[in-house]
């Protein structure tokens, strides 16, 4: 279940950071503490950045303390003029609803912040009985299904984490699949269902697998709401 907010600040044709903080804090006075996602817009209405939080007040809150801000964030905080979000379940969904916003707006800060870097994707692989699921940064040249783009390698991380933790994909290459005897340490630790042993067949493998393209998705809530 997501819950969708808004807060306004005053506008004025001139951005100030005193009024940008003045409208950070008026969002604050009702901001839960609770996952979700945030969304910094100007006066005409752009969103400006896109973040994720796992508590919305805490993380927000940074943004009023100015003199530890950089510059690009200074001026990001004097822009804003109004404040919305979107509250989840759980960091995870936070994480996804994230991806797919900055995907789908390409917010101008969030763009800024990489410093000319390309944002990561996860990658499931092809051509293979038992795809992998990996993080991936670059042109999308390789064969497989993308999702993202994702704010941070981090958020990429944490996302496959819970990716392999609820449907136990394979993370390994295919060199070390094919070259493997016995189940690796991400088996032991309930990461993985040891595919490259036979320890479960490719129409099993595929199932987990759907599910994990319908939670990356976004499309079903009572997946994301299980993790």
Not at 77 to 91: D, G, L, P, Y
Not at 95 to 117: F, G, S, T
Request: hydrophobic share 35%; charged share 20%.
């Amino acid at each position: 279940m997501t819950q969708n907010t808004s807060h306004t600040g005053d506008s004025s044709s001139v951005p100030t950071l005193k009024q940008g903080v003045g409208c950070i804090k008026a969002a604050l006075k009702t901001m839960p503490q609770r996952p979700g996602v945030y969304r910094m817009l100007n006066e005409s209405g752009d969103v400006l950045y896109v973040g994720k939080a796992k508590n919305l007040k805490q993380r927000v809150t940074n943004y009023t303390q100015t003199s530890g801000l950089s510059w690009r964030i200074t001026r990001m905080v004097a822009a804003t003029r109004r404040m919305e979000i979107t509250v989840t379940e759980s960091e995870a969904q936070a994480l996804l609803l994230e991806a797919n916003q900055i995907k789908k707006l390409q917010p101008r800060y969030n763009i800024l912040l990489r410093d000319d870097k390309s944002f990561p994707f996860i990658l499931i692989t092809k051509d293979h009985a038992f795809p992998r699921i990996t993080k991936y940064r670059g042109p999308q040249k390789k064969g497989g299904e993308y999702y993202g783009p994702f704010a941070s390698a981090g958020a990429v991380n944490q996302t496959i984490a819970t990716l392999q933790r609820a449907f136990l994909l394979r993370p390994c290459t295919d060199n070390i699949f094919k070259n493997r005897t016995r189940p690796c340490l991400q088996y032991q630790i309930k990461r993985c269902s040891a595919p490259c042993v036979e320890y479960i067949n490719p129409q099993e493998y595929a199932a987990l697998l759907e599910q994990a393209r319908t939670f990356l998705s976004g499309k079903s809530r009572e997946i994301q709401d299980a993790l």
